[in-house]
């Protein structure tokens, strides 16, 4: 560990949350502090845990703005970005400006700030399987396989992981890409799939399934990635690119999910509610080759249905956490995109 100050962004969301929390409890002289501007998805409640923590800092500010970016960079050792605008969904709508603006601009903001002020820290970029596209099975896309994304969200993460190996190499900074496949776990926004349908299946509501169920994605525990982004700060190469995923065998279907889903709350199957049209462009099967990372050393440690067993006991167990989140400005993003209530509220 040869890090004394590290400047995460986006660490009030799902997965940045997972990451500052493994942080703190790993490291005990280390000073942390979090960018996070607070859009829907950022709820400070998530590490309401360390909140008091003398180690630990939030601070309310833009990617976007030097201003915000600049008097947090001095003296930073670590740099991990992942501040984003993340769901698809959303970013298929006419809301897909502002992934652009984040994702894209965000980033360059970020690094172009740590050029000027900590040109010698190590910067991690939070990237995405998404980048390599559709992939026909069997293809496992390695790190130096061609992009092809096919979202505005995938295609933002794209430019953004183009933005970060450019200043590697123009400028001469460490800098590191990661790229994971789906995250599942705790406190993850009730907008993805895995989330919706668990807290939709506890409250009886109708679980939209996409498209016939049949795509494919390669669900990761959130702790397991969090494990592989500190190996990579720790032992990774810099200037390079890893992919990170669960590689499941055999590979799970949305519908397959969906049923594991109902098994673990004894929710009704006759509340899967078969939905067309809501994703354009919906990408049919994502899959990577972790090879590069697992020479390091790391592999995820969650099996899936266990997995999935222990997400659903979390959200049952934390309905104070889930409800506010959709009754609040959720509900006009659900009833727009679904056409139908978010919830019975
Ligand atoms: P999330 O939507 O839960 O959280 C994003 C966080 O970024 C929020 O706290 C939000 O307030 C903050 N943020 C957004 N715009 C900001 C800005 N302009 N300035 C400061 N903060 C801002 O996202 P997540 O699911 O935790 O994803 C985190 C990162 O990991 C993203 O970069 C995403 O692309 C990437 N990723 C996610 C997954 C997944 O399955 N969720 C998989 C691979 C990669
Ligand atoms: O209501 C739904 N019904 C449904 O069938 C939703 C929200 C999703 N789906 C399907 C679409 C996808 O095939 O489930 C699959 C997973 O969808 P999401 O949870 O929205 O995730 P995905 O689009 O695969 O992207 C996620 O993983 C990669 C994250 O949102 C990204 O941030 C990450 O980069």
Not at 263 to 268: D, E, K, L, R, V
């Amino acid at each position: 560990m040869s890090a004394e100050k590290i400047l995460v962004t986006g660490g009030c969301g799902f997965i940045g949350s997972c990451f500052v929390r493994t942080l703190h409890e790993r490291f005990p002289d280390v000073e942390i502090v979090n960018l996070d501007v607070l859009t829907y998805a950022g709820n400070p409640e998530n590490l309401e845990e360390i909140a008091n923590s003398p180690r630990y800092r939030w601070v309310r500010g833009d990617v976007r703005q030097a201003e915000s970016v600049d008097p947090l960079m001095a003296g930073a050792d670590w740099v991990v970005h992942f501040a984003a605008e993340s769901h698809v969904d959303r970013s298929t709508s006419e809301r897909a400006g502002a992934f652009v603006d984040t994702n894209v601009y965000g980033t360059f903001t970020l690094l172009d700030s740590m050029r000027r002020l900590a040109p010698g820290a190590r910067y991690l970029q939070i990237g995405t399987d998404e980048v390599y596209g559709d992939i026909p099975a069997p293809q496992l896309p390695d790190e130096e396989a061609m992009l092809s994304p096919s979202s505005p969200y995938s295609a933002s993460k794209a430019g953004a992981d183009h933005l970060a190996l450019s200043f590697a190499r123009t400028h001469d900074l460490d800098v590191m890409v990661s790229r994971c496949t789906n995250n599942y776990g705790p406190y993850q926004y009730p907008e993805k799939l895995i989330p919706l349908f668990i807290t939709n299946a506890l409250d009886s509501l109708p679980l939209p399934l996409y498209d016939g169920g049949g795509q494919i994605r390669d669900w990761l525990r959130v702790e397991d990635h969090c494990e592989a982004l500190l190996l990579l700060l720790e032992r990774g190469t810099r200037g390079e690119i890893y992919n990170v995923g669960a590689n499941q065998a055999p590979e799970r279907t949305n519908l397959e999910m969906t049923e594991m889903i109902l098994a673990a709350t004894g929710a009704s199957p006759s509340l899967v509610e078969h939905r067309h049209g809501l994703r354009p462009g919906h990408d049919q099967r994502y899959a990577v080759s972790t090879e590069k990372i697992r020479r390091l050393g790391w592999s995820p440690r969650a099996e899936i249905e266990r997995g999935v067993e222990e997400t659903v006991r979390w959200y049952a167990e934390h309905r104070d956490w889930w409800e506010k989140i959709k009754s609040g400005a959720y509900r006009e993003f659900y009833e727009a995109h679904y056409g139908r209530p978010a919830s019975g509220a």
